[in-house]
Structures are given as C-alpha cells and as structure tokens.
C-alpha cells in the first residue's frame, strides 16, 4: 500500500504516517466504519481518530457519509460512517494495468494480430481527441505545442512544451508521466497511434525520440518548426533563387547556336521534377 493524507507543506512523521495508514487500512478491510468503531479496532481514542480522518478527508482520501439504516429507523441522528473515495482505493494496489495487457493480448491473439491492436490504439486516440483538437485549434500557430502540453497535462501526462536544442529548429513535447506506460511496454502500437496524432494535430512530421514505455525518463517528441509558425511570429520568408543570367550580345553579330550538349543540359535542367506528357 502506498502511504497515504500526506502533510501538504510537510512530510508526516513516520508514526503518524503509520497510524493514519492503519486507520485507512481498517476501513478498507471492514467497510465504512464510525470514529468510535475505527477507535476500538485500532487501540486508539476516539479523539485520535477523528484527527487523523479529517486529515484524510481533506486529503480527498476518506469522506463521511449517513450510515444506511436498515429497518425501523430508530430517533435521533444516524452515525456518521468514514468511507473510502475512489482516490483512497487508488492507495492500494490494483490490477488495472495487468487487465489493459490482458486484453490488448485477447485482442491480438483473436482478432487480427498487431492491425488489430493497431487498429484499437487509433479508435482509443480518436474517442479522446474533441478536448485536443479544440485545444490546439484556438491557439495561434506559434503556441500550438504549448496548447497542447495544456491539454495533455490535463489528461494526467504532466507535459511541457520548451525549444528543442541547438542546432534543431522547432521544439521539444515531454511528457514526464504516462498512464499506460507498462500496457504500452508490451503493445508499442500504442505509443505509434499517439505519434501520428500529433502530426496530425499539429499539421507537421513529428519525430519520437524517447518514450517512458522504453526505460526513458520522460517521453519527448520533436516538432519541427513549420512554415506557418515561422511566418506568424515574423520570419522573413525564403530568398527567391537567382534568375538564371542570359548570354551577352553583341551588337552587329549573331548570337552564336549553341552545341547540341548545351542544348540537351538546358533541356534536361528546365524538365526536371516534371512528369513527362
């Protein structure tokens, strides 16, 4: 179990850490309890308890609920029971990610092989790409990578956007977290679907240099500048190629017929990247 109502400005001493781990422990082996029945199980006063499960609660780890009554409902108040949120679940360990591989591996082996798992990973991307797309597309070309490491940040992959290292001209997408990476160790189609959506997204070819997936510390891809960005933040455009220089002439004199060889160089030049007729 991971240690959980950490101190926010603070580590928790290790005793308090300990108790308030066993506190979220006892409410996960017998349900929701009250601070008296927590008290009792845990050798502990009430008034200990009921610190230790406000810390909790704040901490989004526990919250209090009515407890269900059962029958005749008796006078007064009914206890208030402490509960664990789907965050405290979380605390402990799960098997989410061994259920993703199981199925990506039923997927493969029954439906079609990697297209298959290729053809999953691209649906998957596409079910989540409305907040993206809207995203990116309300940002000015120049600050589409930082709109979407917004966007993916807000999904959980804690992303940055930043200039990518001399002399590469463009900038570098991290994501320093990565919610599938142990399914995406096994299936790397994954981590491909994701990449062509960028491209898309971005409307440029991305480059992948590093994924978590891997045993890298962070996933990066490059984003090569494009042309449009270039001329949104005010790069001036490419030179024009010279015009080719014409022959002087003299006056009073034919201009010489060029050789055959000349002629054919010419030719050859003034067609080439043409399809033929």
Same mark, same amino acid.
């Given at each position: 179990?991971?240690?959980?109502?950490?101190?926010?400005?603070?580590?928790?001493?290790?005793?308090?850490?300990?108790?308030?781990?066993?506190?979220?422990?006892?409410?996960?082996?017998?349900?929701?309890?009250?601070?008296?029945?927590?008290?009792?199980?845990?050798?502990?006063?009430?008034?200990?308890?009921?610190?230790?499960?406000?810390?909790?609660?704040?901490?989004?780890?526990?919250?209090?609920?009515?407890?269900?009554?059962?029958?005749?409902?008796?006078?007064?108040?009914?206890?208030?029971?402490?509960?664990?949120?789907?965050?405290?679940?979380?605390?402990?360990?799960?098997?989410?990610?061994?259920?993703?591989?199981?199925?990506?591996?039923?997927?493969?082996?029954?439906?079609?092989?990697?297209?298959?798992?290729?053809?999953?990973?691209?649906?998957?991307?596409?079910?989540?790409?409305?907040?993206?797309? +809207?995203?990116?597309?309300?940002?000015?070309?120049?600050?589409?990578?930082?709109?979407?490491?917004?966007?993916?940040?807000?999904?959980?992959?804690?992303?940055?956007?930043?200039?990518?290292?001399?002399?590469?001209?463009? +900038?570098?997408?991290?994501?320093?977290?990565?919610?599938?990476?142990?399914?995406?160790?096994?299936?790397?189609?994954?981590?491909?679907?994701?990449?062509?959506?960028?491209? +898309?997204?971005?409307?440029?070819?991305?480059?992948?240099?590093?994924?978590?997936?891997?045993?890298?510390?962070?996933?990066?891809?490059?984003?090569?500048?494009?042309?449009?960005?270039?001329?949104?933040?005010?790069?001036?455009?490419?030179?024009?190629?010279?015009?080719?220089?014409?022959?002087?002439?003299?006056?009073?004199?034919?201009?010489?017929?060029?050789?055959?060889?000349?002629?054919?160089?010419?030719?050859?030049?003034?067609?080439?990247?043409?399809?033929?007729?």
């Amino acid at each position: 179990m991971k240690n959980v109502g950490e101190a926010p400005q603070e580590e928790l001493a290790t005793g308090e850490r300990s108790t308030r781990n066993r506190v979220v422990r006892s409410v996960l082996d017998h349900g929701p309890s009250t601070a008296s029945d927590l008290a009792q199980r845990l050798g502990l006063t009430q008034a200990a308890v009921r610190r230790h499960l406000d810390a909790l609660a704040a901490d989004g780890i526990v919250e209090a609920r009515e407890r269900r009554v059962y029958g005749a409902r008796t006078r007064g108040r009914p206890a208030k029971v402490f509960a664990l949120t789907d965050c405290g679940r979380d605390a402990f360990d799960q098997s989410y990610d061994e259920l993703a591989v199981d199925a990506l591996r039923w997927i493969g082996e029954r439906e079609g092989g990697d297209e298959a798992i290729a053809a999953f990973a691209r649906a998957r991307i596409a079910a989540q790409a409305g907040s993206y797309r +809207e995203a990116v597309a309300a940002a000015a070309p120049e600050e589409r990578a930082q709109a979407l490491a917004r966007a993916l940040t807000a999904d959980g992959y804690a992303a940055t956007a930043r200039s990518a290292p001399h002399p590469q001209q463009g +900038e570098q997408l991290c994501q320093h977290h990565c919610p599938v990476a142990h399914a995406a160790e096994r299936f790397p189609q994954l981590c491909e679907a994701e990449t062509e959506f960028f491209a +898309e997204l971005l409307g440029t070819h991305v480059q992948r240099l590093a994924t978590i997936a891997h045993g890298d510390g962070v996933c990066t891809t490059f984003i090569p500048k494009s042309s449009t960005a270039s001329r949104a933040s005010g790069a001036s455009p490419p030179p024009k190629p010279p015009e080719p220089s014409k022959p002087p002439r003299t006056s009073g004199t034919k201009p010489e017929k060029p050789s055959p060889h000349i002629h054919n160089a010419t030719a050859s030049a003034s067609t080439a990247g043409r399809n033929p007729a």
